[in-house]
């Protein structure tokens, strides 16, 4: 076997009271990767997709999470990548961590599995940290084990994949530039205890709910005091693309990742398509270029699709 | 029926990481009290312990517990109430808690259960508010409801029972006196975003440890980098207890409540006792009296034991 083709599933990150602990997997949209391995050392990149982003391994997320997986792997090896993006960087959905996972789940899967899921994640954080100066595993982690997971702590890696229920996602990825580092910076340092006390509550809400399957818990936890009211201002649209999803039955929702994107969360399908009319409605009327997918929970993660 | 006999245990309020939100029933200590319906309105308070507790109900948190169901009860009705105390008021193991709780939990019993063990809460949570001079709910609820509870939100009230696995739990009552208002002023009203990350990591993991009933992350996540480190000053011996007891092969524990109780899990009995034998050591060459227990979690929550 020397090529593998993948597929890298978007990510919600967050998931509205979970900051930097909490991620969740998408069905759509997702990116494609195929990787070779070559007898030629080092990494050689290239793009099948419109977004011009980097060759050079050390300035492409994929490339230094691969670069990491190298520095670990004991013999001298080489990569050959070919890197077909669908899901837009800077969107909030996880477009570094799905380029990272994927090549290092793809490198793995050549390598006949010699790292767990754990390294895996390891490696693809260097992609996370050239992407937004941070590492930090909210994307990378459901990426690659799927489903929902929560990151218990980064230092030392401590990964808990988490049951969820069924439920319909309805994103909307208006056009803007948010970036990640900015959105980072505009949160305040220090914040109220009493704040705090009510987001780990929703938080445990959230945890509990998803465990239990429990709709109406999970609705009711989906609540962030703390990061949403400052980050929202970057988002045109969010509070009426909020209240009203809300008022059309969804069980809430929020800013994926650092955004722009906003996510909605519906038990049942109809609810879901009418959120995405709502959104459509709310950003027509700005005026913003927008793109919205229904999707569904992914619980694989990085999908081998071809090998050869 | 006109006379009921009940036990209300003790309780474990934030377990560590949980501060507000999560509350643990005991089998030991617990207190027991007798209510009987009167024909005359309004409630006596007679105490069968040596604690010299107020008996003007306005002044006794079961008695004010008491008349705030009186309240919503639409007809005139009057309590007799006998209260004998084994949790030591001021142990930081719920002993305001039992005492309030055991006796709107009796009232209802002799009511024939009109009020949800929610309308329960919100009447015993007054007696809360007169013991330390605010509602919180993480004593009362698993003293109503048994096992470990999640008091998602105060106000409205969301309280979210958690299934939890079989653990033994040490707890050493050094005798000095920690008042609840005052290690609660204590607590720094701003707190750092990024400890309130791991933080709600820790919460997170904590729920997620209990409903898997994986010990390992229980007690990977029983850590507390904000309210611990500020009150664990006011409690002689704390550091080393829990040093010690984790050596000897502890999940984890902390301070019960605000203290000064100490607690800590064991997976198995035999480290139970030998977590109890620690405690016993530090106190004895510390030199402060001291009460240990070794008990486990009480599924029940109060409990009816004689009825006529």
């Known amino acids: 076997m020397k090529t593998v083709k993948i597929i890298a599933p978007a990510t919600i990150a967050n998931l509205v009271c979970g900051f930097d602990i909490l991620g969740m997997a998408l069905n759509e949209p997702q990116d494609e990767m195929t990787l070779s391995l070559s007898d030629q050392p080092g990494i050689r990149i290239t793009h099948a997709d419109e977004y011009d982003l980097p060759v050079l391994p050390l300035q492409n997320v994929a490339g230094v999470a691969l670069l990491a997986l190298m520095e670990e792997y004991d013999k001298p090896i080489g990569f050959d990548l070919i890197i077909d993006k669908h899901i837009k960087p800077g969107s909030g959905l996880g477009s570094s961590a799905a380029s990272a996972a994927g090549a290092v789940a793809a490198a793995n899967h050549l390598l006949q599995n010699i790292f767990s899921n754990e390294d895996l994640v390891r490696f693809a954080m260097n992609g996370e940290k050239l992407a937004s100066g941070v590492k930090h595993a909210d994307n990378i982690s459901p990426c690659i084990y799927g489903g929902v997971t929560l990151i218990r ?132 009327k700005i005026g913003i270029d927008y793109k919205t997918y229904i999707t569904t929970i992914n619980y694989e993660g990085v999908k081998i699709i071809e090998s050869k």
């Open 153 to 284: 702590s980064i230092f030392p890696l401590d990964i808990i994949p988490l049951d969820a229920p069924h439920v319909f996602v309805t994103v909307v990825h208006p056009q803007i530039e948010v970036r990640t580092s900015d959105s980072r910076q505009i949160l305040r340092k220090e914040i109220l205890l009493k704040d705090a006390i009510k987001q780990w509550g929703n938080i445990a809400g959230l945890v509990a709910g998803f465990m239990k399957k429990d709709y109406e818990l999970i609705s009711r936890s989906l609540e962030d005091v703390i990061v949403e009211p400052v980050r929202s201002i970057l988002i045109p649209g969010f509070d009426e693309v909020k209240i009203r999803c809300k008022e059309a039955g969804a069980l809430g929702g929020g800013i994926s990742g650092s955004g722009p994107s906003i996510f909605m969360l519906s038990k049942e399908e109809n609810t879901s398509q009418k959120v995405e009319v709502i959104m459509k409605d709310i950003f027509e």
